[in-house]
């Protein structure tokens, strides 16, 4: 038995209607394309501040804000800024002094209402085409040049058209902290090197 598939009046194929999971799936998308296009974040993966994990922790916490909206269904844009802001903190050593994370959590809560609400997994696409029109310009980067202490001048990085940045044209900035001069070891009367313990950071 053949099988018909559904026409417009227009005599056009029309889209498959969305699932639960193909709403999931795109709302996924949706939320990794946003945070991978944040400014701090652009910046992060250019210069690498989580080292070879910075693209894996990019990919953890778009996944820690997907979970956000299933574990907490009334998440507000404040609830995903403070986590965008906490997390920035605590695996990149950045505070966002801007507006760029209230911005960028504003955004993903407009996809959740398009895509989640309203069944538009068209958004999705929205999102992803917008990234990529960014191929190749610059993103500036507001006072960048001390990243312990704020993100927020005007530093510029380029992103390619994967997602990533362009390592070759990243900017050389200042790291979070001058590197410490190394200490002596200090040797105690008996001879014993004495152990210090490292401060938390």
């Not at 927020?152 to 992103?159: F, N, R």
Request: aromatic share 4%.
């Amino acid at each position: 038995m053949s099988t018909s598939i559904p026409a417009t009046d227009s005599g056009a194929i029309a889209p498959a209607p969305a699932t639960q999971e193909s709403q999931q799936t795109a709302f996924d998308h949706a939320i990794w394309y946003l945070i991978s296009g944040w400014p701090p974040m652009t910046l992060a993966l250019a210069e690498q501040w989580a080292g070879d994990l910075t693209s894996d922790k990019r990919d953890w916490l778009a996944g820690a804000i997907s979970e956000l909206f299933v574990d907490r269904p009334d998440t507000d844009a404040i609830d995903v800024e403070d986590v965008l802001l906490q997390v920035m903190a605590d695996e990149f050593e950045v505070e966002v002094q801007d507006e760029s994370g209230e911005v960028v959590a504003r955004e993903i809560m407009r996809a959740k209402e398009e895509i989640l609400v309203e069944g538009r997994l068209d958004a999705a696409d929205r999102v992803r085409r917008e990234f990529e029109a960014r191929k190749g310009k610059k993103v500036a980067i507001q006072n960048a040049g001390e990243r312990s202490e704020e993100v927020g001048s005007d530093e510029d990085v380029e992103i390619d058209g994967d997602g990533d940045e362009d390592m070759d044209d990243a900017p050389s900035l200042v790291p979070a902290r001058a590197p410490r001069e190394k200490e002596e070891p200090e040797v105690d009367e008996d001879g014993f090197t004495k152990v210090v313990g490292r401060k938390k950071r």
